[in-house]
């Protein structure tokens, strides 16, 4: 059967998180159950937790099944011979009306050794964020496993980590190892390798409704954590219609299109790509074929689309795996 070449949707998974509000539906139109809801998996190949797609031809059907089905020409060859039939990506909304716990995440060697797993490197795009709000990411200068462990033991480890301001369009590039967490206030975007495996370290002495505390990690995050200094905030050109490049590494490329009136990509047809609309609204063209797209969507577009003809006023996040 051919496959039918359309861009896809996939239904939200929603998920509660004691750091959760509202701003997933009030600002991205996600429908929330709750006023505590922290994260929109946007599109998801994590075990238990895997996409549906929510629009076309194979609406219903789970992203792991289409991708079995029809290999080549959802993930692409490239991609193929890389990660085999697993979705290498996992995209997410996150809004954070507290602060997040201050964590990190093992790299391949690590996730692999202790959880069969690849790693967890990501990139945050700030969609929105309070006057006031901040993200943590990295150490000061000169931090050491000794001192580490000695503010942890103090309870005082926000006092050695860098607090940087933020506001909308700001960008942070969070490789495997690197310390961070999420200030309230903040809602982003977040691109990451396919793995679920956070190391909380500090939690701010939050506890839930039972006043229980959650579970810390920090024994095993001793032998992940990278306490090299890194350039964790990213500047990017943004210049209309045109790729402006982000990130570029071994697990994922992020350019960033400020779409006003029309543009034209071609790509190859070894894999896929994603297209994260975070302001705006506009049309991806496929064929004769005209689709409408909005704020807080994110979009599958198989890697044997090769002409994507965009039109509208938007700024999109465009996504691949060299």
């Given at each position: ?33 709750s006023s505590e809801v922290g994260e929109s998996w946007e599109i998801s190949g994590v075990p238990n937790d895997i996409s549906i ?82 993200v943590v990411v990295d150490f000061k200068e000169g931090v050491t496993q000794e001192s580490y462990l000695e503010h942890l033991k ?124 975070t302001e705006g609204e506009c049309t991806m063209t496929i064929g004769s074929e005209k689709y409408q797209f909005q704020k807080g ?26």
């Open positions: 059967m051919n496959f039918i070449q359309y861009p896809i949707l996939f239904n939200p998974i929603l998920k509660d998180r004691i750091w959760g509000g509202t701003k997933l539906e009030s600002v991205l139109g996600k429908d929330i159950h797609v929510a629009n076309g031809a194979y609406k219903s059907m789970e992203l792991d099944k289409l991708i079995a089905a029809y290999p080549q020409e959802v993930l692409g060859n490239s991609i193929i011979e890389r990660f085999g039939l697993h979705f290498p990506l996992l995209f997410k909304f996150l809004d954070a009306k507290e602060d997040l716990s201050i964590q990190l995440h093992p790299n391949d060697l690590l996730a692999q050794k202790r959880h069969n797993s690849c790693g967890k490197t990501e990139m945050w795009y700030v969609m929105q964020a309070d006057p006031g709000a901040r103090k309870n005082t480890l926000p006092s050695i980590l860098k607090e940087i301001p933020v506001k909308k369009g700001d960008v942070f590039f969070i490789d495997a190892g690197t310390i961070h967490a999420i200030g309230k206030g903040v809602l982003l975007a977040e691109i990451q390798q396919t793995s679920d495996i956070t190391y909380r370290v500090y939690d701010w002495g939050r506890v839930d409704a039972k006043g229980n505390s959650r579970e810390l990690h920090v024994d095993l995050a001793l032998d992940a954590i990278d306490y090299n200094k890194k350039e964790v905030e990213l500047q990017y050109s943004q210049e209309k219609n045109t790729i402006n490049k982000i990130v570029e590494c071994p697990f994922f490329s992020v350019n960033y299109i400020p779409l006003k009136g029309e543009f034209l990509k071609k790509k190859d047809s070894q894999r896929f790509y994603i297209y994260v609309v969507n994110t979009i599958l577009v198989p890697a044997l689309i090769e002409n994507i003809q965009l039109s509208g006023d938007a700024t999109l996040l465009e996504i691949f795996v060299s």
